[in-house]
């Protein structure tokens, strides 16, 4: 993680990682345009949260064109997970409820999911 590229944002920083330490985190979006530095500010803020003794799963999804791809590539980056196979998000939500440890779930590049979800709907 390049530090010397991260300028200005301290403050979104420290503001969104005292929103994830309240005790009923709420969901966090960053919204920009493109450019504009979110996929940054997510992986910094992935890497404080490592040092506060958080597991962390960043997932890119520039290449989840379903629910179930989002599921495999959110399990899959749990260690704890049992052998990737008829994975649907059923399990993703029963993976999530049980959670005994503090986790950050960062989705990278939703844009693209939502647009190609948005697409078949018209279809």
């Not at 300028?7 to 504009?36: A, L, M, N, Y």
């Not at 520039?62 to 649907?88: H, P, R, Y």
């Amino acid at each position: 993680l390049d530090h010397k590229v991260f300028v200005g944002r301290e403050q979104s920083k420290e503001d969104i990682i005292k929103k994830i330490h309240e005790p009923h985190p709420p969901i966090i979006t960053i919204v920009g345009p493109p450019g504009f530095g979110k996929s940054t500010l997510a992986k910094h803020i992935g890497h404080a949260m490592l040092k506060d003794g958080f597991f962390v799963n960043y997932v890119d999804m520039t290449e989840v064109f379903s629910k179930q791809a989002l599921a495999i590539k959110v399990l899959a980056c749990d260690s704890t997970t049992e052998a990737i196979k008829n994975i649907t998000i059923e399990r993703l939500y029963e993976w999530a409820r049980g959670l005994n440890h503090r986790t950050l779930l960062i989705l990278d590049n939703c844009d693209v999911f939502y647009t190609i979800q948005q697409t078949f709907k018209q279809l």
